[in-house]
């Protein structure tokens, strides 16, 4: 079979796309049924709903984001984790910086780091999408794990 599309045009093509609705928020219903059809493609994936506003603009309250498990070895700066802070909550925010004792993380709308640092032992994955989700929140999706993007605690 002749191929058609490069790798590098396949990929101009899906970031062209992913400009084009950069911004637009789309329905819960097709939001969750879209995470929903990626995670089922690829093992490993695990849907979450955002409550609150500490990642915006990257993503808001009540978007979709789909994570990744990874190793805590393959963390990189910038990337965005999910994970259990020290009171137990399930956070999602960005990696600032490697240091002893783990990775300091901070929301993009915080002014301040939180006090909990990801290691081995909290981080539940990286996200690996999001989907920006229009209100009304759907039923369906009042249902799906949270994820919070709090202030820094």
């Known amino acids: 079979m002749k191929r058609i599309f490069s790798h590098g045009l396949l990929l101009v093509l899906v970031l062209g796309l992913g400009t084009a609705l ?3 928020d789309l329905p819960a219903a097709d939001s969750l049924s879209d995470a929903r059809a990626l995670a089922a493609a690829h093992p490993g994936l695990k849907i979450m709903r955002v409550r609150g506003e500490s ?3 990257f993503f808001g309250d009540g ?3 789909v ?3 990874v190793s805590f070895l393959r963390l990189r700066p910038g990337e965005v984790v999910v994970y ?3 009171f137990g909550e399930v956070i999602a925010h960005r990696l600032v910086a490697a240091e002893s004792g783990g990775w300091r993380v901070k929301g ?3 002014d301040a780091p939180d006090s909990t640092r990801v290691t081995a032992g909290n981080l539940m994955g990286v996200v690996y999408a999001t989907f920006n989700v229009a ?3 759907s039923p369906a999706l009042e ?4 994820a919070l993007a709090a202030p820094a605690r």
């Open 22 to 24: 950069q911004g637009r």
């Open 55 to 57: 990642m915006e603009p």
């Open 63 to 65: 978007a979709v984001v």
């Open 67 to 69: 994570v990744r498990t």
């Open 84 to 86: 259990r802070n020290r």
């Open 108 to 110: 993009e709308a915080n």
């Open 135 to 137: 209100a009304p929140m």
């Open 143 to 146: 249902a799906v794990d949270v």
